[in-house]
C-alpha cells in the first residue's frame, strides 16, 4: 500500500502499510501456510463461467451465507490497541482475512495473536476456514513487525544490490520468522519501477528507496528473488502495487493530487516485473490506487475492469487472487462511498478487499451482500471471487473439509 493510518480505533493514527504505496510513521513500521503451485486433485467445472474448484472448495463455498461469502472478500486491519480479540466479531461473521497493522513488536505477542485468530476461523460443519493472517514485510521502513524475533529487514533499495541467490537466502529466513509467528501472507515484494530520473521524487517508493532498482529488469530480478524465498519458507507473497506507482509523485494514501500515471498502456515495459513474479512463484497480486487514463480514462485502478480483468487477468493470464491496496483510509479513493469501494473492485475483477478501518467491516459486509442479492451477475463474480479465495487457502493447507 502506500502510507496507512490505522484507523481503527484512531483515524488519527497514522502507520504505513507496505501493502500500499509507502512507509510507516517514524514511530512504527509498515504493513500475505504453506502453500503450493498445485490445486486439488478433484476438479469441479467452473460455476457460471468462473474458475475451477476442487470438491472441497465448492462444497465450503455452497455451505455458506451471503454474509460469509462477503466476509471471505475482505481484509481488515488488527492493531495493537485492538488486542488480539478485536477482530473476534468480524471472524464471527464470516470474515476471511486479517493483517497486523500499527506496529506489532515480540513474536511471541504476535504468536499468540495469530492462534487466538485461527481458533475462531469459520467452522462450516466440519470444514475448517482458516484465515489468511497477513503482515507487510518489506524492509527498511516498511516493517509492521519488530522486536524480538525478527529480523530488522533492509529497505527493497539495499536488498537489490544483493545477487538474487542471497535475496532470496535472506528472504527465506524473514519468511520462516513469520511462519513461526502465525503469519502466512506478507505484502511484498514492491515491484514497482522507479525509473532514475524520478527516484526520491516519486512519493511512495522512490522516497523510501522501497524499488529493487529503476530498471523493469532490475526491479523484477529482485521482486522474483523475494517472492521466491517468502514462497520456499511457506509465506504467500504479494507482488504490488500494479500495475506500477513507480512514476507517479503523490501518495495515494495521503492524497489524490499527483497519482496519475499518464505513460502506463497494455505494452508499459514497466508492467515485466509483475509477469516475472507470477511466472516464477505463487503470489497474490495487490492493485494500487493510481490513475491510468491510457489504461482506463474514468476510474483508478482498483475499480477498473479494464486494468484488473482485461490487462491482469486476461492479457497477463493471471488467475489467482487480486487484492488492493488499503481503500479504508486511502485519500485516493476517499471520494467513493465505503461501500462501493467494496463492491466497484469485485466488480472490477478483484477477490480481496484491504481495510485498514476495522469500523467499516459491516458497512463493506451489508454492500457486498445486498448487491449481490439484487443483481444476478454480480453475485456471480462474488461466488468467483470466494472460489478462488477458497482455492488458495486449499493450497495454503488453511482449508480442510471434514
Known amino acids: 500500500m502506500t502510507r496507512l493510518r490505522a484507523a481503527a480505533p484512531a483515524l488519527a493514527t497514522l502507520v504505513a502499510l507496505a501493502a500500499c504505496s509507502g512507509p510507516p510513521s517514524p514511530q512504527t513500521t509498515s504493513a500475505e501456510e504453506t502453500t503450493t503451485s498445485t490445486t486439488s486433485a478433484t476438479q469441479s467445472s467452473p460455476t457460471a463461467g468462473g474458475p475451477s474448484a476442487s470438491d472441497c472448495v465448492t462444497s465450503a463455498r455452497d455451505a455458506m451465507t451471503r454474509q460469509q461469502h462477503a466476509g471471505q472478500l475482505l481484509m481488515v486491519a488488527l492493531t495493537p490497541d485492538m488486542g488480539q480479540a478485536g477482530l473476534d466479531a468480524q471472524i464471527e461473521g464470516g470474515l476471511g482475512s486479517m493483517l497486523y497493522l500499527g506496529g506489532w513488536t515480540e513474536r511471541a505477542t504476535v504468536e499468540a495473536a495469530s492462534q487466538h485468530l485461527q481458533d475462531r476461523a469459520l467452522d462450516l460443519d466440519g470444514t475448517t476456514v482458516g484465515l489468511l493472517v497477513a503482515a507487510d514485510q518489506e524492509g527498511g521502513e516498511v516493517q509492521q513487525l519488530t522486536g524480538q524475533g525478527f529480523s530488522t529487514i533492509p529497505s527493497g533499495r539495499d536488498q537489490g544490490a544483493m545477487s538474487p541467490a542471497e535475496l532470496e537466502r535472506q528472504a527465506t529466513a524473514w519468511g520462516q520468522e513469520l511462519k513461526q509467528a502465525g503469519v502466512n501472507v506478507n505484502l511484498a515484494p ?62 495515494t494514501d495521503s492524497t489524490a493530487d499527483g497519482i496519475t500515471d499518464d505513460t502506463a498502456t497494455t505494452k508499459d515495459p514497466h508492467l515485466t516485473p509483475f509477469a516475472d513474479v507470477i511466472e516464477a512463484t505463487p503470489t497474490i497480486v495487490m492493485v494500487g490506487n493510481a490513475r491510468y487514463p491510457k489504461l482506463d480514462a474514468k476510474n483508478p485502478a482498483p475499480f477498473s475492469e479494464a486494468i484488473v480483468t482485461d490487462l491482469l487477468r486476461e492479457q497477463m493470464g493471471f488467475d489467482g487472487v487480486v487484492i488492493t491496496d488499503d481503500v479504508g483510509v486511502a485519500k485516493a479513493v476517499a471520494d467513493v462511498p465505503v461501500g462501493e469501494r467494496a463492491t466497484r473492485f469485485i466488480e472490477a475483477g478483484g477477490d480481496i478487499v484491504l481495510t485498514a478501518d476495522a469500523r467499516q467491516t459491516a458497512t463493506m459486509t451489508e454492500a457486498i451482500v445486498a448487491r449481490a442479492e439484487s443483481d444476478e451477475e454480480f453475485a456471480d463474480q462474488v461466488e468467483a471471487a470466494v472460489t478462488r479465495v477458497l482455492t488458495l487457502k486449499e493450497e495454503m493447507g488453511l482449508l480442510t473439509c471434514g
Request: proline share 8%; hydrophobic share 35%.
Open 190 to 251: 514492491t515491484t514497482d519501477t522507479v525509473p532514475a530520473e524520478i527516484g526520491r521524487a516519486n512519493g511512495p517508493i522512490g522516497q523510501y528507496g522501497r524499488e529493487y532498482g529503476a530498471t523493469p529488469a532490475a526491479a523484477g530480478q529482485g521482486a522474483v528473488a523475494f517472492a521466491k524465498g517468502m514462497h520456499a519458507a511457506g509465506v504467500m507473497p504479494t507482488t504490488k502495487h500494479f500495475p506500477g506507482i513507480g512514476r507517479i509523485r503523490g501518495n
